[in-house]
């Protein structure tokens, strides 16, 4: 009765095993696949920009900053298996701000349209604000990709030595 409990839970380790390598393996697919296109897609705006236009207009280059800011976050999603939630912040806050460049560019003129897009604008930075603030008085620990880094023993961790601050 026992050898076959024993069979059982080896089998059910293995499949665990495999599980969690299925699960890794399609992770790092998807990221890479992820990093590529944001490779791709921005090699193609700067294409775009040096053969069809005359210039960059300040559209285009927050487009790729946009561009930039993913493709950050995807390095760092891949070194710390942790997603960085400031950058996603960023790329909203850079998203606005193309916005509203292009809407007023178009409309030349004022609406409540810009005060909303302002105002989100304001939220999200007071939002960065809040999680800087958070991450300086309750530091994570430093998580590497398998395991969390050890500091030594005198030091606390400090927000500029975490990737995710």
């Known amino acids: 009765m026992s050898n076959s409990k024993d069979k059982l839970e080896n089998l059910q380790r293995l499949f665990d095993r495999l599980g969690h390598y299925a699960v890794e393996a399609f992770h790092y697919l998807a990221l890479f696949i992820i990093g590529c296109m944001i490779a791709w ?23 790729l900053f946009i561009y930039l800011e993913l493709g950050a976050m995807v390095g760092i999603y891949f070194k710390t298996n942790h997603m960085p939630v400031r950058f996603l912040i960023y790329v909203a806050i850079t998203a606005l701000t193309r916005l509203l460049i292009a809407d007023i560019q178009h409309n030349h003129k004022a609406s409540m349209d810009l005060v909303i897009i302002t105002g ?8 960065i604000l809040v999680v800087r603030f958070a991450s300086w008085n309750y530091p994570s620990v430093i998580r590497g990709k398998d395991h969390e880094q050890q500091l030594p023993a005198n030091k606390t961790p400090r927000p500029q030595d975490d990737e995710l601050a």
């Open 41 to 63: 897609s921005a090699v193609h705006t700067v294409i775009e920009i040096l053969t069809v236009k005359q210039y960059a207009s300040i559209d285009d280059i927050l487009l």
């Open 120 to 127: 989100s604008i304001l939220i999200l930075a007071l939002a």
